[in-house]
């Protein structure tokens, strides 16, 4: 089994270059008509939903989960929420300790790789359908997916390993092995295996090709239509540059452009959300109404519901087991430390980015109602709510931008294409981890899974591979499977690490340093 | 209370005059010397995953690197010459982190070099010499 699927994966991408000298239409219908009909049946299987609903059972596994956690460890979100500013702000750092990865720099690279197309185009899309009221919905699961990140990064640190050379591995697949074997518990290396599995094809998938494909749409909506494959080559180089190639200059430009677009991208939605300061409190009262009447849309209050936690749990990607590898190769004595920090995670990139979002779009009234009844009219299908320019998913968050400020989709489709970048950066270390624990730590092993990785970027911006993007996504959640059920338990092992840090906190036996 | 002079250095030309005329000053006057060599380093910079993972492997051998090829060679030459010598080695904002070395380890002086191009950078971004001038907690000697 462990040697099955990457094997695959190795034989696809050698036959690949033979293939592309063939029609690129042809291509795309071979690789959807065999992706199609061998893994629809997983696909179908994450994605179903609870007999008789539309609920999806994945979300429910997600949101559950993360309600467990936060009732667990007694709110943790808030009650340790001052101390993880304070941690981050450096307040507990120790002087001499400068030139170690700072809590800062852990929790920026973790959410480089989650705020990304899910906070511009996927909330859109969850409004568009689930009207406002999703809004409400997603925020709250933003905030309870908060305790499911401090409990999976707390475990990433503390079981990570710790090799000669200084270099660390850590994540999922170690407090699977490790912590099941601390606790007795059998079966930590299989659900380890597979975690791995689903990693390595959630991070070519989501993580790769999906990215790689938006962005190309979102360049050929501002530079008009041209072939998928010049960008993919492009991009394509540029990881390869960064990722095997070690060139550090160009990771550093990302670096320093990212966040910046970040807070532009933020500060950009305050504006247009102050410019139309009268509305402010219309648009609250419509994403509560919404969240608990609906207003009209597909599937009243329950379908503002689904989408909101759907577009949460895609977003911000607690419970996932992403965020514990991107944690825990950082030095510290504390494994919880990264815990509390990794818990402002979702609250950035859910509540406060997708948050933005959400409110723009419905401050500049994207969305038509009856003036008669105040509910929202549906499209000729009755699938989502009827816009003004009939947009949908990253259009409808372009729209809602330019319609107030003119030509913030050329801005708009820069930070597209930099989060798309920042996120496969960021996965492709995510695969990375995963294969090297399958296979072994070598430098030709590493190169060989960044090799592949570079080769789907070219596929994923060339083709419109559907069952590809669905089997990929179904694989990022199929790793929240996992991950989850190691959660559950390991849970008692970060409790005690929580007791004993936290009597040590009010003691004063840990002390700031400044 | 003997001088204490603490000397920012990083190998160059100019650091070079500086720990001479810090030490020069130091045998006149019976006063030691504590040579700082500081990384520039910023806890809010950005990092991709593989340095992080790689950072503290990285840091170890700055370090190593600092000690061997900078501090080593000029401890031997300085102790020789009679002035009782101390090395330190930091990360951080050099002028900042000089100025917290100053103070934490009661220095009565600082000696600093400087290079004289006012190029556009220092200009917009200021120096170290620019800045200890304003922050500086001791007298301190820029050496041109």
Known sequence: ?514 | MSEKFVVGYDGSDVAKRALDFAVSRAKAQGGSILIVHVLEWSPYSFLTPEEIEERHARRTEELERAETALMTPLKSTIAAAGVPVETRIKYGHVAKTLCDVAKKEGATQMVIGRDGDGGLSSRVFGSVAGSLVQVAPVPCTIVP
């Open chain 1, 1 to 514: 089994m462990t040697r099955l699927v990457p094997t695959a994966v190795l034989a696809a991408c050698f036959t690949f270059p033979a293939a592309l000298t063939a029609s690129a239409q042809s291509i795309d219908e071979t690789i959807n008509g065999i992706f199609a009909s061998s893994t629809g049946w997983f696909v179908n299987l994450i994605f179903s939903n609870f007999p008789g609903t539309n609920f999806p059972w994945i979300v429910a596994w997600l949101v559950i989960a993360a309600t467990v956690f936060t009732v667990y460890f007694g709110v943790i979100q808030f009650r340790a929420f001052g101390h993880a500013i304070a941690l981050v702000r450096g307040d507990y750092s120790d002087p001499d300790d400068a030139g170690e990865v700072s809590h800062f720099q852990a929790l920026a690279t973790a959410l480089s790789g989650t705020v990304g197309l899910g906070n511009i185009a996927g909330v859109a899309v969850a409004i568009g359908i689930g009207g406002p009221g999703a809004t409400f919905w997603m925020i709250l699961a933003g905030l309870l997916g908060m305790a499911s990140k401090f409990t999976e990064c707390t475990l990433g640190v503390k079981y990570r390993n710790e090799y000669a050379n200084g270099k660390v591995s850590g994540g999922p697949m170690y407090y699977l092995t490790k912590g099941f074997a601390e606790r007795g518990v059998p079966g930590g290396r299989f659900l380890a295996i597979l975690f791995s599995i689903f990693c390595i094809l959630g991070a070519l998938g989501g993580g790769n090709m999906f990215q790689a494909n938006q962005a190309h749409a979102q360049l050929t909506n501002v530079f008009g239509v041209y072939p998928g494959w010049i960008t993919g080559i492009v991009f394509a180089g540029i990881v390869f540059a960064v990722i095997v190639g070690g060139i550090k200059s160009i990771a550093r430009v990302t670096e320093k452009v990212v966040p910046i677009m970040g807070v532009i991208y933020v500060g950009t939605a305050l504006i247009i959300i102050l410019m139309n300061y009268d509305m402010i409190g219309w648009a609250f009262g419509q994403i509560f109404a919404g969240a608990f009447t609906g207003l009209g849309v597909a599937g009243g209050f329950v379908g503002a519901l689904i989408q909101g936690f759907r577009r949460a749990a895609f977003s911000n990607e607690a419970g996932v087991g992403s965020a514990a590898i991107a944690h825990s190769a950082v030095r510290t004595k504390e494994p919880i430390t990264e815990g509390f920090v990794s818990l402002l995670e979702p609250l950035i990139d859910t509540v406060i980015v997708c948050t933005m979002t959400a409110l723009v779009i419905i401050i500049t009234g994207q969305l038509i109602s009856d003036p008669n009844t105040g509910l929202y009219l549906l499209n000729e299908a009755g699938t989502a709510i009827r816009t003004v320019g009939d947009t949908s998913g990253v259009a409808l968050t372009s729209a809602a931008f330019s319609s107030s400020i003119g030509g913030f989709k050329y801005v708009l489709a820069l930070a597209v294409i930099l989060f798309a970048f920042s996120t496969m950066i960021s996965w492709s270390y995510y695969g990375l981890k995963a294969w090297t624990y399958l296979f072994g730590e070598s430098k030709t092993q590493e190169l060989v899974f960044k090799s592949i990785f570079c080769l789907f970027v070219v596929i994923g911006a060339s083709a419109s591979l559907g069952p590809v993007i669905d089997f990929s996504d179904a694989a990022i959640f199929a790793m929240a499977v996992v991950n989850i059920i190691g959660l559950y338990v390991l849970m008692p092992i970060v409790k005690r690490e929580l007791n004993s840090y936290w009597s040590r906190l009010k003691s004063g036996e840990i002390k700031k340093f400044t």
